[in-house]
């Protein structure tokens, strides 16, 4: 508790990081902004609040973006201490019943297929004869996509090139399969020996941010033995927000145990996000043949706080012969679509005012195509333009590429 | 003396007013509104987040009949403590009140609601041509309504003046609930007494600001950045002199020392000298050969008094490059140490040396960590005291002790931009002889004779 007790005591209040937080710019309360959170947080530890009912609900107002950190002068890990009280809180309190069945579900890879398949089955076959439509967090039923056939495991070829170990993470296995598969194709066309594995587990963020970090601790476990069972050049994700998982999430996780802390220290440099390997390509353009459509790209979170992978997505899209790309973001500031974690389960008021505001952003472009790099984002914006009523489409910048390989 | 009990009643009348949702009192909510970019803290009793101005003179009547107090907060971002409920009762948070009501481009205008972020004006302004020229260190988060309280000025100052210069007109809620309207469209206006520049100013003694409108200006088209360092202030002080002297006006003409300029390197990493004693960033905007001109000019000033390394931007992304170097200041002096105070004395320019040298002398003899930041053309200096404890805040306000009386001796100004509140109160002898002290504290009992607004400020 120092540690967060630290933090919050070393706010200056100077403000910068009220307009950065996606959250107050929606409310315009301090309580839910940074400041204000840490300034919660400072209360609770000093005993000062009367109970932890309105901490705990603050707490959750949180998309876990880290655009407060960025933004912040001082560099103050804001999300790192929401973070560590939240931990302290599902000490007391547990999940509640939404999280206790994700838990069921993602903690072990046997229920996690089986629950993609019933839901494909289900879901897929119902979803557009449903006379009614339900909401589904920010989003609706009907605004949902379907389901595409889950990503299968590919083994090395061994044919001499460099060996890619692709974690794929769970929406890119089971709901975005084809985005899953595209990253394959075009990993492969470049020139990489590519592996999949059907033991992969969870990166367990949806758990870790709840505070449960115990119950992530075995499917962390067993990534790091996976990750470390041979040799790969790099372990390439199509979602920065597993990525952070490995790269910040996990340490703290095994923060006392030096084994495994080890192996993550080691596997870190070969850690990267795929638009991150693919900007280096120099050949990449040759691959690539004309695409006349007009493109914009929206900022996951993850990459633009968490990863600084900025510059590499423009790159990329750039690189394509024939695109015509729009800028709908000349800040590089992120700037959240409203998903986060669970975010729009808890306040699918605000995750859907975020999710439109972004629409706007988007038609202003003129942009046939939006372009993003996380899937959790993808779902976000694309069911957030369905809803709007546009057909602008939604696409991960991997897609993209796979569609004009030669 | 007003009472400061708000009981169940009052907090149901209230919520008559403004709705559940937008009246706030647990004590959760009170803490987050106990605050602001000062030290000291203290708690309302309710919080109310107003979207018409209609609301606020039902408020404010209702204050008047049940005698309970009223302070203003924009973002609570100053740095003086002015926003904070001195002597509690209800915080009036203008967060939620923040739409654009007009835009005139053909006479160059703008009317908003007094909760508008001036960074968020100027997006709305993307595209006319037009802009606000009033550029602080906070512009991404303060408030026109706080700026206008604190006649908030900034980096452009320079070229531009302060809030003060582009007020057309405002409205407010007089302490008796009475709406008013003052100024006119024009710029020129000698009808009555000047109550845009009274209000401006007044830190929310006087009335509660609820629309503003602003003089808009043509955004010009080009931009030039020259970054000097200098191994000697005094070099650099004179430099500033005579580009004063020039008769060229430069938007920004800024300055940092040392520390600030180690604090940016250590955190920011881009190259600055790390043994000079200041920079001087300097930035020209206008048409294009104007600046090419005036550039020509002023780099044979800051050529001729000695620079140690001298750099001009080529281009756009060149000048916001440099610009880095000012602008991490604030930022990468604060991360040395978990306070910072910045203070906000000014001088007549020509005084800008010495004026450094004790300064610099000051924190040496009292061994309190310092980051000298200014805008320099204005004469407008930011020293950045670095404390971690309670003995080093001590030391902090023998420094200013000790300084304020050359200030003031001298002609200057012991807050040029920041405002008293709380924080400067303490100073304000070395500044305001009683007499004019009195006559504040008699249009102040003329506005609000009860002592409703914004009450513990620098006139109690
Ligand atoms: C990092 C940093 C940089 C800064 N840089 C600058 C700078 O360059 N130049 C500068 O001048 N200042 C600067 N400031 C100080 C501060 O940001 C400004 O004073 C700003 O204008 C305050 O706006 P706010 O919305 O935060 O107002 P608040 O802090 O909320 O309030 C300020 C004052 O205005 C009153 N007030 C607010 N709204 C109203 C209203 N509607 N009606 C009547 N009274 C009202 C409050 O009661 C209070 O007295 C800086 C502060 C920080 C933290
Ligand atoms: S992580 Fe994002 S949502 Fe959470 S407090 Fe920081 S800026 Fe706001
Ligand atoms: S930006 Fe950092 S120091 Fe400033 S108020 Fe936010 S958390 Fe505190």
């Known amino acids: 508790m120092k540690e967060t007790a630290k933090i919050a005591d070393s706010c200056l209040k100077c403000g910068f990081c009220l307009n950065a937080c996606p959250v107050y710019k929606e409310l315009r309360e301090e309580i839910v902004s940074p400041r204000g959170k840490l300034r919660q947080i400072k209360a609770f530890t000093a005993g000062e609040l009367p109970s932890d009912k309105i901490i705990r609900k603050v707490l959750k107002n949180c998309l876990m973006c880290g655009s407060c950190f960025k933004n912040c002068p001082s560099s103050l890990a804001t999300p790192h201490a929401i973070q560590k009280l939240r931990e302290e809180l599902f000490g007391k309190y547990g999940h509640d019943f939404i999280k206790r069945g994700m838990k069921y579900v993602l903690s072990n890879n046997k229920t996690r297929a089986l629950s993609a398949l019933w839901a494909r089955i289900v879901y897929n076959n119902f979803r557009d004869s449903l006379p009614f439509d339900l909401p589904a967090g920010a989003l609706t039923v009907k605004n949902m996509p379907l389901l595409a056939q889950p990503l299968k495991a590919v083994d090395f070829k061994n ?56 119950a992530v601790k075995k499917n962390a476990e067993a990534n790091i033995e996976l990750l470390t069972r041979q040799y790969y050049d790099y372990i390439v994700f199509t979602c920065p927000t597993c990525l952070t998982a490995f790269k910040e999430k996990y340490y703290d996780i095994f923060k006392e145990d030096g084994v495994f802390k080890n192996k993550l220290a080691e596997l870190e440099p070969k850690l990267i996000e795929i638009t991150g390997l693919i900007a280096k390509e120099k050949k990449l353009p040759q691959l690539l043949g004309a695409a006349g459509v007009k493109v914009t790209y929206h900022d996951p979170c993850h990459m633009v706080n968490s990863l600084d992978t900025v510059k590499e997505p423009r790159e990329i899209i750039k690189a394509l012969p024939g695109v015509e790309y729009v800028e709908m973001n000349p800040e590089l500031a992120a700037s959240c679509c409203g998903s986060g974690g669970f975010y729009h389960v808890y306040f699918p008021e605000t995750a859907l005012k975020l999710g439109l505001k972004k629409v706007k952003n988007i038609k202003k472009t003129g942009a046939e195509i939006v372009l993003t790099a996380c899937p959790a984002c993808k779902l976000q914006i694309a069911g957030s333009l369905k809803r709007a009523g546009s057909d602008v489409k939604t696409m991960h910048i991997i897609e993209l590429l796979d569609r004009y390989l030669k | 003396m007003l009472t400061n009990q708000l009981n169940s009643k009052l907090i149901a009348l209230l919520e008559g007013i403004f709705g559940k949702e937008r009246v706030k009192t647990s004590k959760e909510e009170l803490i987050s509104y106990s605050y602001d970019g000062f030290i000291k803290e203290c708690l309302p009793e309710a919080v109310v987040f107003p979207l018409e101005t209609e609301e606020i003179g039902q408020l404010v009547k209702l204050a008047n009949e049940h005698r309970f107090y009223l302070t203003s907060r924009g973002s609570g971002t100053n740095l003086c403590g002015s926003s904070v409920p001195k002597k509690g009762g209800v915080v009036v948070c203008f967060t939620k009140m923040e739409k654009i009501l007009e835009i005139n481009t053909a006479d160059r205008y703008a009317v908003v609601q007094a909760g508008k972020i001036l960074e968020d004006l100027q997006k709305d302004l993307e595209g006319t041509g037009l802009f606000y020229p009033i550029d602080l260190g906070s512009s991404r988060i303060a408030t026109i309504g706080g700026a206008v309280a604190l006649n908030s000025g900034g980096m452009r100052a320079l070229k531009y003046g302060v809030t003060r210069d582009y007020i057309l007109g405002l409205k407010v809620v007089l302490p ?149 170097a000012r602008k991490s200041g604030f930022g990468s002096m604060a991360r040395y140490k978990p306070v910072c105070i910045a203070e906000d004395v000014t001088v007549p320019v020509s005084r800008l040396a010495e004026t450094i040298t004790l300064i610099h002398e000051l924190a040496k003899k009292h061994g309190v960590l310092q980051g000298l930041l200014a805008h320099a053309g204005d004469g407008n200096l930011h020293p950045h005291f670095l404390l971690d404890s309670k003995e080093e805040e001590n030391k902090a306000d023998a420094i200013m002790d000790e300084l304020m009386p050359f200030i003031t001796g001298i002609g200057g100004t012991i807050s040029g931009e920041h405002g008293v509140g709380i924080g400067k109160k303490k100073f304000l002898h070395y500044q305001l002889e009683k007499s004019q002290l009195d006559l504040m504290r008699r249009i102040k009992k003329l506005f609000d004779p009860e002592g409703v607004l914004n009450p513990g400020s620098f006139l109690d």
């Open chain 1, 159 to 214: 044919n001499g090139n460099k060996k890619v170990f692709y974690f794929a993470g769970c929406v890119d296995k089971y709901v975005f399969g084809d985005t899953g598969r595209c990253a394959a194709r075009v990993l492969d066309k470049l020139g990489y020996d590519v592996m999949i594995s059907e033991d992969e587990k969870c990166c367990g963020i949806p758990l870790i941010i709840s505070g449960d970090i115990k």
């Open chain 2, 176 to 324: 008796d609930g009475q709406v008013i309207k003052t100024g006119v469209l024009t710029k020129k206006n000698v009808v009555g007494y000047d109550l845009n520049s009274l209000f401006c100013g007044s830190e929310g003694t006087l009335g509660i600001v609820t629309e503003v409108t602003v003089k808009l200006m043509i955004k010009p088209k080009n931009t030039k950045v020259l970054l000097n360092h200098y191994q000697d202030i005094g070099n650099a002080c004179t430099a500033v002199n005579e580009i004063m002297a020039s008769g060229i006006i430069p938007t920004a003409l800024e300055l940092a020392d040392n520390l600030v300029i180690n604090a940016v390197e250590e955190y920011v990493k881009i190259g600055l000298k790390k043994d000079a004693a200041a920079f001087l960033l300097i930035e020209l905007t206008g048409d294009k050969e104007q600046v090419e001109r005036d550039s020509k000019v002023i780099e044979a000033i800051c050529k001729k008094n000695n620079p140690s390394r001298f750099e001009i931007s080529k281009s756009a992304e060149e000048s916001e490059k440099l610009w880095l």
